[in-house]
Structures are given as C-alpha cells and as structure tokens.
C-alpha cells in the first residue's frame, strides 16, 4: 500500500463507528459532476470514459468540490463509473450526449455465444482498472488528509441490467426476461459479478478508498421477493467476501456502505446485510428509517441520506424545510450519532452550485441548533 497522508477531518468515519459527534457528516453522491462549471473546464474535449481513465483528470475532477465546498463537506468519492466492470470484462461501454451509457453489443441469452464466452473469461481487474487505483492514489496524494475518500462499484443486479438492456430503460424488458426466464444463468452472472466487484473494492482500498459504497440504482425494479433472491445475496456476498479478502492482502477493513435505490421494502434485510453504513432514497421517511434501525436487533447501524436532489430546484425555504425533516428525523434523539447527512440520489443536472452550498450550510445550522437545544 503506498505512503499516503494521514487523515485530518475523520468526521464520517467516526459517525460509521457511532461515536457522538457535535453535527453529521455531510457529502452528497454525484458531488463531482456536470452540475460544477469547473467540472466542463477540466473535462473539455474529452469523453466521459476518457477522464475516467485519466488519473490526473478523475483526480482533479474529485477535487473540485472538495475546494469549492472546503470546510462544508467530509468526504470525496472518486470520480469513476460503475461501468468499467463491465468494460474489464470486455464489453464495449459508450457514453453517449444526450442519452446516457450505450452498450453496441448487450447479452441477448445464455445462448448467445458472448454470454459463454464472458463467464469462462478469465478477467485481470489489477490490470484492467488500473487507472482507477491510479487516480485513487493520485488523489489521496492531492487531498492531504482534508476528507476521506470513498471508492465504490455498482451492484451485480444494476450492472446485469445496464449489460442486457444495452443501457438505461423504463421498461427492463431484458432484464426481467434474464431473471424470470433464466434464473439459472442469470444468478451465475451475478455471483461472477459479484466476486469482481469484490475483487475490485479491495483493489482500491489498497490504492488508498478509506470506505467503499456499493450502488444498487436499479433495486426498485424488484419485487420484494425478487429482491431478496436475486440481488441481497449479491450484496451479502460482497460485503461478507470484501474483509475476507482484504484480510488476505494484509489491508485494514474499511466501513462500507450500501445504497439499494427504491428498495424501501428492505430497509431491515439492509440493516441485516453487513454493510456498516444503510444509504436511503428520498423514499423513506427519516423518523421512520431511524427507528428500524435502531430496533435491529444485531446493534444500530449508521443511515445515510436521504433528501430529494429535485428540492434543490425549489429554492432556500424548500431546502431548508427539507432539511429540517432530515434533522428532526435522523437527529432529533440528541445523541449526536448515526447518520451521515446526504442526498438520495446523485447531485442531478443543472442544480445551481450555490443552491448546493446553502444546502450543506443548512445541515451544519440546523443539526448544531438541535444539539443545542438538548
């Protein structure tokens, strides 16, 4: 592992560990993105895959609101995508203007030659990311120990479904065909999945991630039961397999986080799941999340979100509503402890950066006058 600075604001890290604290730390996901003027000046004529695989332009693209935000939030996630799995597996990703990831050539059936050819390939993740553990180093150089930084990957389910339907959808035809039709395969790709995303995480916690989140984005298109057969024994298999493995490499275990978007019919089998960190959507209310979480009965678990990216549009007096839900919500025992303050979902276009700063100066406020007030 290389010599890297020591930490200096351990804010988030001490919240995952349920330690009192004076206010929640706060980061949003997407925080590094297309939202930021300065994010278009570092990109230029680059494609999106092509700063991914820069690790002096994902580098200064994760910094970027870590300095325009300094003092405000607690944390940088690494700018990345959850494709490149898929990428080291050698299917061709595209991101396309105005569409989204593309995917020429998707699995079509267990039969269709690339989907035979796949499983029995023998898959390199240190050599095919490099670049990613590249830039994790390269940042974790660049910060100094201001904020920890988060790794991540996306969830077998989410990645199974962009590499069937050869991108995003509404209906997830090709998905539901894969799992309902041939559950047999299906479960096969995942469990390979699986074991790369793991693989993968503890590659870039050698490279320096101090936690890891995992994106399910797309677990709200499951059942509840489909759910608990297709997608949580992926994510338990992960979050089981990961200390495993960095014990294996002589690496510290990390906190780890698990966002499962839409899947609020879960929220115990989450708490349950052996993440250390439950990330909610704007679907659950915060009071209620609180409370399941705290009733597990294997010990509480640390929450974090969970408001709406779309309040950003309505302005100070929507935000600052918003945010005094989440407060009275995930804060209001007085313990000062358990929640990572976030949004629950990625930073969307055209949000108004300084919109952005008000909402992160508002979770330091009102959690401070909440603790103040105990």
């Known amino acids: 592992m290389p010599d890297l600075p020591a930490l200096k604001n351990d804010l988030l890290l001490r919240a995952v560990r349920g330690d009192q ?36 332009i ?14 405000l939030i607690d944390a940088a996630i690494i700018f990345s995508d959850i494709l490149v799995i898929p990428q080291a597996m050698g299917m061709t990703v595209q991101m396309l203007d105005g569409k989204g990831p593309h995917f020429p ?56 479904c962009y590499m069937v339907e050869g991108g995003g ?18 479960k096969k790709l995942l469990r390979k999945l699986s074991e790369l995303c793991t693989t993968y995480l503890a590659l870039q916690v050698k490279a320096g991630a101090q936690i890891v989140q995992v994106f399910d984005s797309w677990a709200a298109e499951l059942s509840p039961s489909a759910f608990k057969e297709f997608a949580l024994p992926e994510l338990r298999y992960i979050s089981s397999h990961l200390p495993v493995t960095l014990r294996k490499m002589d690496l510290d275990l990390v906190p780890m986080v698990v966002f499962a978007k839409g899947a609020w019919y879960a929220l115990e089998e989450l708490c349950d799941s052996g993440y250390q960190v439950v990330g909610l959507d704007w679907l659950q209310d915060p009071a209620e999340a609180a409370k399941a979480a705290k009733a597990m009965p294997e010990g509480r678990v640390c929450l974090q979100g969970n408001m709406d990216p779309g309040v950003l549009y309505g302005g100070r007096e929507a935000i600052s509503k918003a945010v005094a839900e989440m407060v009275e919500g ?17 930073v969307t276009p055209f949000v108004n950066p300084d919109d952005l700063k008000f909402f992160f100066e508002e979770i330091h406020r009102l959690s401070k006058d909440k603790r103040s007030s105990k």
């Open 330 to 346: 995930f804060w209001a025992d007085g313990e000062g402890r358990g929640w990572i303050a976030n949004l629950g979902h990625g």
């Open 169 to 186: 959808t509404k209906l997830f035809k090709e998905s539901k065909t894969w799992i309902y039709k041939y559950p047999d395969a299906s």
């Open 105 to 160: 050539r998707p699995l079509k059936s267990p039969t269709d030659g690339q989907y035979e050819e796949l499983m029995a390939r023998q898959i390199d993740v240190a050599l095919e990311l490099s670049y990613v553990y590249e830039a994790i180093t390269l940042t974790r150089q660049k910060l100094d120990g201001r904020v920890p930084l988060f790794g991540f990957c996306g969830a077998p389910w989410t990645l199974l």
């Open 58 to 71: 994902a580098s200064t693209l994760t910094l970027q609101p870590i300095d325009r935000y300094a003092g």
């Open 21 to 56: 604290l004076d206010r929640p730390p706060i980061w949003v996901m997407r925080q590094a993105g297309r939202y930021l003027p300065e994010y278009h000046e570092a990109k230029g004529n680059h494609d999106f895959f092509a700063c991914c695989r820069s690790p002096e």
